[in-house]
C-alpha cells in the first residue's frame, strides 16, 4: 500500500553555536541553528507535527539553577508568533485540530511545545524517553534534557514504539532496512536513528508526487555534516548516548544521500535548508 502526506517545515525559533564545535572546522565565528519543525497534513489523519520546537516554556524553564546552565551554553532566541502553535493557528489549524505529535527525542529544543496540543497523541520510541527518566537535574540539564517541558499526561497520551518491531522498508530508503509505518499506508515510516540518543526517531515521508523526504532530527546537525561525513568536535561527546553510533547512523545518510538524490535529507537545525525552503515554505521540489 503506498500512501501519501504533504510536508512543510516551519522554524520554530533557533539558537547560535560555533561552527568550530558544530563542525569541527577551524572557524569560531557563530552559526545560527533553526529548530526545524515538520507539519505532515496527511489526507487522513489531518495534522501532525514532527517535534514542536522551542516555546517560551523554555525560557521559563531555563531561569533556575541549574537549568539556567543551558540557556548561557546555547543561547536561544523565540517569540510568540514564532511557537508552533502561533504558527498552525497562522495556517487555520488550532492546536486540537493536531491528532499526534511524533517526537523525535525528548532534548529541550525538540519537546518544548508538546503541551500546547491537548487533542494529540504523542508517538515515539521508548528508550528515547526512557534512557533519561533516571536524571537528575543537574545530569539531565548537561544532556540537554529539562523535565519540566514533558507534559504531564505524556504517558496516558502516548503511543510507545520499539524499533525491533519494523518491518522492510521501501527499497529507495536504502541502507536503513526497516520501519514502522505509523498508518498503515505507507506514507510515513518512523526509522531508528541511534547515536545522538537511544532510539531517536527518524521519519520517512512520502509525498503526492511520489518522491520522499526524510526528517533526521539530530543524527546530524547540518547537510554539510552528511554530505562531506563531518563529525562534529568531540567535546560534543557529552550530549551524546554513543559516538560511533553516531558516527554509523551519519555515515548511512551520506550513503542514501549518494544514493538516492530524491530522497530530501532534512536536519532539524540547518540553516541551509531553512534558506532553501524558506521559512514556512513548503518543501517542494520545483
Request: net charge negative; hydrophobic share 40%.
Amino acid at each position: 500500500m503506498t500512501g501519501h502526506a504533504e510536508l512543510e517545515l516551519l522554524e520554530v525559533g533557533h539558537c547560535v553555536n560555533p561552527e568550530h564545535i558544530v563542525l569541527r572546522t577551524p572557524t569560531f565565528r557563530s552559526m545560527r541553528f533553526p529548530a526545524l519543525v515538520g507539519l505532515i497534513e496527511h489526507p487522513n489523519m489531518g495534522p501532525i507535527l514532527y517535534d514542536t520546537g522551542y516555546s517560551p516554556r523554555f525560557l521559563e524553564a531555563t531561569r533556575p539553577f541549574p537549568e539556567r546552565f543551558h540557556a548561557w551554553v546555547t543561547p536561544v532566541s523565540i517569540r510568540p508568533e514564532q511557537t508552533a502553535v502561533a504558527q498552525l493557528e497562522a495556517r487555520g489549524i488550532r492546536a486540537s485540530d493536531v491528532r499526534f505529535v511524533i517526537v523525535s527525542h525528548f532534548h529541550a529544543d525538540h519537546v518544548a511545545g508538546m503541551s500546547d496540543f491537548p487533542n494529540a497523541t504523542y508517538i515515539y520510541f521508548r528508550r528515547a524517553l526512557e534512557s533519561f527518566l533516571p536524571y537528575g537535574r543537574v545530569r539531565g540539564t548537561a544532556a540537554g534534557f529539562l523535565r519540566e517541558l514533558l507534559p504531564t499526561d505524556l504517558e496516558d497520551r502516548g503511543r510507545v514504539l520499539d524499533p525491533r518491531d519494523g518491518v522492510a522498508l521501501p527499497s529507495e530508503c536504502w541502507p536503513f532496512r526497516r520501519g514502522i509505518d505509523l498508518f498503515d499506508d505507507g506514507s510515513v515510516w518512523a526509522v531508528d536513528l541511534p547515536g545522538h540518543v537511544e532510539e531517536q526517531l527518524g521519519l520517512f515521508v512520502r509525498r503526492s508526487d511520489g518522491t520522499m523526504d526524510f526528517l533526521v532530527a539530530d543524527a546530524c546537525w547540518t547537510s554539510r555534516s552528511f554530505r562531506e561525513r563531518r563529525m562534529p568536535h568531540p567535546i560534543t561527546r557529552l550530549l551524546f548516548d554513543n559516538w560511533n553510533r553516531y558516527a554509523r547512523t551519519l555515515d548511512q545518510i551520506a550513503q542514501l544521500s549518494e544514493r538516492s538524490p530524491n530522497v530530501r535529507i532534512l536536519p532539524a537545525h540547518c540553516d541551509e535548508v531553512r534558506r532553501d525552503l524558506g521559512l514556512g515554505i513548503t518543501s517542494s521540489r520545483t
